[in-house]
């Protein structure tokens, strides 16, 4: 026994010795990517990573000034939805003991705030891949000098969410209305109890009934819930035609599954996090057909001549479509390489220099970085019609296919927008059943 | 010169008498001054911050012990005072800003009222119902959270408050200084006759009553005392993190609590406070094994509690020292008598 | 009126599942007075075998939840005595060594099935509509399930010699040794027959639900406050309170759908309220404190 304590004592000394010494690795660039690697979040965020980190060493890597460097990327699992000390703990280390020049990443927004104070703490430039809300960027209006390290990679913020949301489903409005005949929509409205949706709930309020819609219930469901057959009971009396779910979280499957296996006579639109990935259709076990989701990449869908690359690329590597946090892949590519190339140096401040003032092309648009009502930076992403739009896609049959934007027209008198690879919107056969007289 | 003389050599001959004669002391004052040299030492940030959050846990484990381990009033919602002495301190820094000094002892205080609101339903309740009873009260409380976004902030908490103090050094030192001092008053309380009464009252209730002590006073007093340890907890951990959010009011901040208590040692102050370390330091050691590390953690769990049912320092505590069976006083193991009353021990 | 037969079919759903795993968890408190915490790993346990048998090794989901009892079943019986029995006497260290291997299933699931969220089809497919509500046909055999085991369970205890020494066992433990009856081989069937109930609402469950692996936490805690408001150790009592708890539920989410998720506090309140009137639960016992 008290041999064995010896040895293992042994042991994990030398274990610590090994993990405490850093390794000596020459000119890299070193990118610590942080993500909930465990979840399909973080395996997006460090497979998006991986690929530009293999197409930009393929090509010899990055002109720094004199010397070409090549990236080498750090794993960091933050485990930040089960725990956000943890996260807390994986960014400090990332940034103090594995010495990473940038970071890239970030998921749950209640650790992303504190990600995000560390690594501002280190003048650490940190692109957020991931987290919607608002405050991340309103800090930096706030606290430039502090907070100017922060970049929002992707999505665009809560606010803007919420907008194209309703663009979307006011699309899908009109399609139900023009053929099924029906005078006034009636929409439920289901948010997961979460705070990036309370401010659209309260949008929902004011802006459906502004759009011509009748809501009928707003119902509230945790973001774990498995068992909504009682609030799809509710909403199928309240006589429905369209459910705008609002999900990010694991709720969004047993929803669209136990909906599309009542058949309950309303269509799924909005925002479904879950039903953005491949493996959505498994998961319901095919119930989720016709259901509408908001969704950054489509396969076959091109916003701009730099997506087909970039999806067909991803499909071929890893055998499923990227979701919005792959977006670490752009951060590198069309973000972080070229400004580095521009300022000649890996210095933060001068790269924060140059990459706040620059409108440049992403994989899903061009991102230009907004500034407040007093003309402070946010570095906020801008979105409309030109920027970023993101798609409105829909499951057709065990196929992600997009349909939105499709001859949309922004403002009035603006040219209506397509974007490549759209097809028309499925209504539901049931819907069709129950409405067409 | 001669007044200092008189107190180093009372310093000395203490030291010599109580702290040098039994291994368990010396290793307390290595421990302690190992804490305090660190950072002269290392100067590694990262594993500061590592001991801060180390030291933190252990307040509260060791809070969780004074009323668990020695009321025998086992509480599955300690996550209660935690999360209510983060969000009291945030509350009070950002909207009343307050500064940290004085927002950690009031969200402390409000901690104590929580303690008070739980304790008295309690009362009645015994053993395994009392366990599961208070599970149920940091669940409710964040449901509250998130009824009351706007106040609250929901999922996100509250943040944006201000740290401990700017330095990771001095974080550092108020941290470990404001266990080692907690830990000594916590140590105290259970050492005077305050504590005596909750050992009674664990050992046995209805005795205690029956000796005249109103035992109502002292199970409030002690979920008012734990809630007050664990709330300090609480806010220091909001003012370190700089935001104060639900994951402090998580099922598996009130179960790891209880993992680090009975693993170090219940019904002991020290045992809490050096499970927490273990098995904290352990989790970080173990990274290099990164998707194995929980379960080795479990594993490691599993197994001491096979051969150490009763925790680690209790174990390792009984291997290094003897009771002696006339005096009752310890003795280091290998002595044939007793170092006070000379009695054999064998 | 249509909004009370929502709500009363609702509560029978929701309380059937917490019927089903509330029995088994009373059942081995009762006998050994074990708080196994671990009970609902075992009820995930039991989902991701069926989910492996049936769609990666392609077989019909029956045969998924049988092998899922039988394994379960042993797995339980295997780490009770492995871990368990050696520390029954010391309660503390018995209450955190079901927490460990709780979160030692936990981290075996993730590493094996990773976090992605999985779903497991239904045994029987489809819905049919009773009083203008539409209810699976995998929901009314979750509530056919949960009655077919209590009545199962109550022939079993109140008939046969293995129910009796079960019975016996947890009414007092060291007379029960006295009687004859092998107490530590009682404990170790009760805790497959325990865990084995486990498996089998995991069984019924699991295609209502999304398989993940913490989700054996939420089910946990509302089957330990069903439990201890029914009274720990009464099987009655179990029964009662998952319908109890069920109904709150349900009534928050069809009353006021803006806190449906409130609908696990609220539930919860309700448990604290009942224990404030009656300390021990509803049907509870109020057994003496052991020495």
Known sequence: MKKLNVLCSIVLVSFLVVTISVPAWGARIKIGVIGPMKYVQGKGHWNGAKMARDEINAKGGIKVGDEMMKIKLVKADSNEILNVTDAANAMERLITRSKVDFVIGGFRTEAVLAMQDIAMENKMIFIGVGAATNELCDRVGRDYDTYKYWFRGSPFNSSLLAKTAFVQVGTVAAILQKNLNIPKIKIAVVGEKAMWVEGMIRACKVFLPKMGMEVVGIWRPSPVATDVTAELSAIQRSGAHIIFTIFSSSVGIPFARQAGELKIPAVLTGINVEAQKDGFWEATQGMGNYLMTMNTYARGVESNELTKAFVDGYVAKYGETPTYTSDTYSAIVNTLAPVIEEAGTLDADKIVAILENRVYKSTSGTIKYMKDAKGNHLHELTWGPGYLTSLAVQWQDGELKAFWPNNWVAAKGAPPITYKGMVPYKIPPWMIEKYKK | MDFILFHLKKLFTILKNEVFVLPSRVVVGLFVLFLILFPVIFKDPYWMRILILTSIFAIFAASWDLLSGFTGQMNFGHALFFGVGAYGAAFLNLHAHIPPWGSIPLGALVAVLAGLIIGIPCLRLRGTYLALTTLAFPIILMGLVFAFPDLTGGELGISGIDRLADARIANYYIAVVVMLGLGTIMWKITDSNIGIIFHAIREDEVAVRAAGINTTRYKLLAFCLSGFFAGIAGGLYAHFMRIAGPSTLEVSMSFGVVIWAIFGGIASIYGPIGGVFVLNILLEFLRFWEDYRMLMFAGVVLLTLLFMPDGLFPWLRDKIEKECPRCKIRNIAWRDTCRVCTAPLD | ?291
């Open chain 3, 1 to 291: 009126m249509n909004l009370v037969i929502d709500i009363v079919i609702s509560g029978l759903i929701s309380g059937s599942v917490y019927a089903l795993l509330a029995i088994g968890f009373s059942l081995i408190f009762g006998v050994a007075r074990i708080v196994n915490i671990a009970h609902t790993a075992f009820y995930m346990v039991a989902a991701y075998c069926i989910y492996y048998v049936s769609l990666k090794m392609g077989l019909h989901p029956v045969w998924g939840m049988l092998l899922a009892i039988v394994l379960v079943s042993l797995l339980g019986m295997l780490c009770y005595q492995l871990f368990i029995n050696p520390i029954r006497e010391h309660e503390g260290a018995v209450l955190i060594a079901t927490i460990a291997l709780a979160i030692a299933f936990q981290e075996i699931v993730s590493i094996k099935f990773t976090g992605t969220y999985l779903s497991v089809p239904s045994l029987i497919k489809g819905y049919f509509t009773i009083l203008g509500v539409k209810v699976f046909y995998q929901q009314l055999l979750t509530f056919c399930a949960a009655v077919l085991v209590m009545a199962v369970l109550w022939v079993f205890l109140m008939r046969t010699r293995l129910g009796l020494a079960i019975r016996s066992t947890a009414q007092d433990r060291e007379v029960a040794n006295l009687m004859g009856i092998n107490e530590a081989r009682v404990a170790m069937f009760v805790m497959g027959i325990s865990v084995g109930l486990a498996a089998f609402a995991g069984a019924v469950v699991v295609p209502l639900t999304v398989l993940e692996p913490h989700m054996w936490m939420p089910p946990l805690i509302m089957m330990m406050a069903v439990v201890v408001l029914g009274g720990l150790g009464s099987l009655k009592g179990s029964f009662t309170g998952a319908y109890i708890m069920g109904f709150a539920q349900a009534l928050v989410v069809f009353l006021a759908p803006m806190g449906a998720y409130l609908k696990g506090s609220v539930a919860l309140s309700i448990m604290i309220v009942v224990l404030l009137i009656r300390p021990e639960g509803l049907f509870g016992v109020a057994f003496e404190e052991e020495r």
